[in-house]
């Protein structure tokens, strides 16, 4: 497939890189997202500005949503602005949100009866991985289709894997975050730990990150978390939809992961204080304040 013209649509922590590699690497690139600033620095440098998704979508090879919600998702790719209006045949659609796998199965379905594809192929490495183009990127669908978007894949990131039909790699993507939801836990405890027994925490972060207990948590997250730096490379708000989507598949699956669940009540309270739209680096902020007793007692009630 010769891939010249990409539909871009979402242009936020994760996109707005994302979409400026694509545009570096020589593709023609049109631009949707709802607030048109976002997207004020990429038509400066020779995108075209979108009114809708289905503009946005029209007569382009590949189409890329990366968005914030499964409702989002479904508005952008079947809304009554969609993509789904205007894709022409044979295209591929790349959903690279992280959303839920019913969702993911249900487009791939509508848009092979429309005669193009839908594939999910959602990615992570968090906003550092989207700007240093290093993201790893996790394919359901069809796989000559995500095979097709190699030349693209190779533009924004390190590694990517095919993990099977559609959905699956929405799959895969839940259990990394099951695996961040804990890891998260441990960072912060283990910073939490090192203060209160009068080790340098900046000096044990870098040591840990050497040896076995290293983490992509510890390791890019703690030293923002020692400079008070909590603004969202990823959102607690988005962390709470992904955790929702895990927990949903557990419960259809009858499987149980209680360190899911205890963070995702610790970010539902940190949420409830006002701090959802923070990063999710500011898990630390529940480990400074009152709420552990409480959260102990409640959860130790269930």
Not at 36 to 64: F, Y
Not at 80 to 99: L, P, W, Y
Not at 122 to 137: C, E, H, Q, S, Y
Request: charged residues 20%.
């Amino acid at each position: 497939m010769d891939i010249k013209k990409i539909g871009f649509i979402g242009l936020g922590v994760m996109g707005a890189p994302m979409a400026g590699h694509l545009l570096d690497a020589g593709f023609e690139l049109k631009l949707y997202t709802r607030t048109k600033e976002r997207a004020e620095e990429l038509i400066a440098r020779g995108a075209t500005w979108c009114e809708s998704p289905a503009e946005c979508a029209r007569d382009c090879d590949v189409v890329i949503t990366i968005v914030g919600y499964p409702q989002d998702v479904r508005e952008v790719w079947m809304g009554r602005h969609g993509a789904f209006h205007t894709m022409k045949q044979g295209a591929i659609g790349v959903d690279m949100t992280t959303s839920a796998p019913d969702l993911a199965q249900e487009l791939a379905q509508e848009a092979q009866a429309k005669g193009f594809t839908v594939v999910d192929c959602p990615v992570t490495g968090g906003d550092i991985g989207a700007r240093n183009a290093a993201l790893t990127i996790l394919c359901g669908g069809d796989k000559s289709a995500c095979d097709a978007l190699e030349p693209i894949f190779k533009v924004l990131g390190k590694k990517w894997v095919y993990f099977g039909g559609p959905g699956m790699g929405q799959m895969a993507k839940a259990c990394n975050q099951v695996a961040i939801a804990t890891s998260m836990f441990s960072a912060c405890e283990a910073i939490v730990f090192a203060k209160h027994m009068g080790l340098d925490p900046a000096l044990t972060i870098e040591t840990l990150c050497g040896g076995a207990a290293g983490s992509f948590s510890l390791q890019s997250y703690g030293p923002r978390i020692l400079k008070g730096d909590f603004a969202p490379g990823f959102k607690i708000n988005h962390f709470l939809k992904d955790m929702e989507i895990a927990l949903k598949v557990c419960q259809n699956r009858g499987v149980s992961l209680p360190g899911l669940d205890l963070a995702y009540k610790a970010y539902s309270m940190l949420k409830q204080m006002g701090h959802g739209d923070k990063g999710t680096q500011a898990l630390y902020l529940f480990y400074s304040s009152s709420l552990i007793p409480d959260f102990i007692e409640n959860d130790a009630k269930r």
